[in-house]
């Protein structure tokens, strides 16, 4: 029956296509959607909310003399969507252009589904409540501890593209994770650690994980920090964990190697094809599929993701791109063309980024510094980058002092910053890990859109990275 059910909608969202054609578009696509989300919060140990939403409609988007119109309903009446696609096309008569709108790319018909276990949506609230509940109360190991939060994430999301060249494309993912924070409270001084994990996967993710020894270790860091000191201001040597690593190549490189932000010279990289920007031991990747990323084979254009190698050896090999400013630049698509949900149009955005690993062990990249920090990414509290001038700052986790080749204290709210090309170019070790993660309670932000990504890479020895606290 819902085979047959899928059938008899596409069958629909081609006669509109159809009809999308016979109204003059040259070109059309439609983007259907079928996304639902749960969200419990658990607060001191009481239950403190359990929401669910549930979103599900049609994004029309037509192409007429060059100029792109797009409009969206919830509404899957016959007559909503020959409404919804005659708004479409009245946007893209407003507009007067005579160009080519995208550049070509290659058909597919295909229907793919993140293989799971147990579809979240589908489990007893009573069960995913007595999990989070269950979770928050091993946080409270001590009298120093003195809140503890914690969330239960869980998604389902479904998208059908069907266009007028002929592409029908499936994609099916769920997303789900625990997200937890302590506060504690040690001599006067308060420390806050949050942390989470995510997995594209079944509820079988979250039976799989011992979820009160997780936020029982983020109690114990979130102590042992409000027991630390702050580290000393300075320019130092620093290995950076996979996570910080995947945070800080993400907002301050990644989001500069997106083509639209290249093409209106919004980003660090522009101009900058063939050139060498970092130390021939980085190499940064965007992919659509990789172990402990997020499951993005295709995107909201029909593209099949590919895995895209934007700098190798330390050269500026291509950008990331939608077909829209694949054609300005004259090349394909890469396959990053994403929409929030149905309601928004596509955008240049990343997917999986991360920077691909070499050969040294994480001791390796420790032993021969004086004086250093390593830098960790649990208790992470966020940060600013500019794109335009390839500049970062990030608040991140407690973290340890490298003191003669060898991890020593631990240090609190530490904060690191610099110019990411500058940061790039003092690589000059890279390990053999790597580690790549995505996070059901986030995502990246862009234009007002959010779209849910992987980040990540292995552990990486900077010669020079100023660090300070907070």
């Not at 993701?305 to 330390?314: P, Q």
Request: aromatic letters at 6%; charged letters at 25%; hydrophobic letters at 35%.
């Amino acid at each position: 029956m819902e085979k047959q059910e899928e059938e008899r909608k596409t069958l629909q969202l081609e006669k509109i296509l159809d009809k999308a054609v016979g109204l003059g578009a040259s070109y059309a696509d439609i983007r259907y959607q079928d996304y639902d989300f749960e969200l419990i919060t658990v607060e001191n140990k009481a239950l403190k909310s359990y929401s669910s939403r549930r979103l599900s409609g049609v994004g029309i988007r037509v192409a007429i003399k060059g100029a792109i119109g797009f409009a969206s309903t919830s509404d899957l009446r016959r007559s909503s969507l020959e409404r919804t696609l005659g708004n479409a096309v009245k946007a893209a008569k407003s507009i007067k252009s005579e160009k080519k709108p995208f550049s070509a790319t290659k058909i597919n018909e295909t229907n793919v589904k993140l293989p799971i276990q147990t579809n979240p949506i589908d489990v007893s609230p009573e069960k995913k409540v007595s999990i989070t509940l269950e979770a928050n109360k091993a946080a409270w190991i001590s009298d120093e501890i003195k809140s503890a939060i914690t969330n239960l994430g869980l998604s389902s999301d479904a998208r059908l593209f069907i266009s007028s060249e002929g592409a029908n494309v499936r994609v099916e993912t769920s997303l789900v994770g625990l997200q937890h924070q302590s506060v504690a409270k040690v001599n006067g001084v308060m420390e806050r650690v949050p942390y989470s994990e995510s997995m594209c996967a079944g509820f079988e993710f979250i039976q799989s994980k011992d979820w009160n020894s997780f936020t029982a270790d983020i109690s114990d860091l979130a102590i042992e920090a409000a027991r630390s000191k702050t580290p000393p201001p300075g320019t130092y040597p620093v290995v950076v964990d996979p996570e910080i690593l995947g945070v800080v190549l993400h907002e301050a490189f990644g989001h500069a190697s997106e083509g639209d932000l290249v093409f209106t010279g919004e980003s660090v990289l522009h101009n900058k094809l063939g050139v060498q920007l970092a130390s021939e031991s980085v190499t940064i990747v965007d992919e659509g599929m990789i172990e402990g990323g997020y499951f993005y084979p295709f995107d909201d254009e029909g593209t099949k993701k590919e895995r895209t190698v934007i700098l190798e050896n330390g050269f500026l090999k291509r950008y990331i791109h939608d077909r829209h400013s694949a054609l300005q630049f004259l090349v394909d698509s890469t396959g990053n063309g994403r929409a929030q949900d149905f309601e928004s149009m596509p955008i240049v955005r990343q997917t999986n980024t991360y920077l691909q690993p070499r050969d040294h062990k994480l001791e390796e990249l420790i032993e021969d510094i004086d004086f250093g920090i390593y830098v960790r990414e649990k208790g992470w509290t966020g940060g600013q980058v500019e794109p335009g001038m390839g500049t970062f700052t990030f608040n991140v986790g407690p973290s340890k002092i490298i003191r003669n080749g060898e991890v020593a204290e631990t240090v609190r709210e530490v904060v690191i910053g610099g110019s990411i090309l500058e940061t790039l170019k003092t690589v000059d070790a890279v390990g053999k890990d790597l580690k790549i993660v995505t996070n059901v309670f986030g995502g990246c932000g862009k234009g007002g859109q959010r779209a849910s990504v992987g980040i990540g890479g292995p552990h990486v020895r900077v010669r020079k990275m100023t660090v300070g606290g907070r």
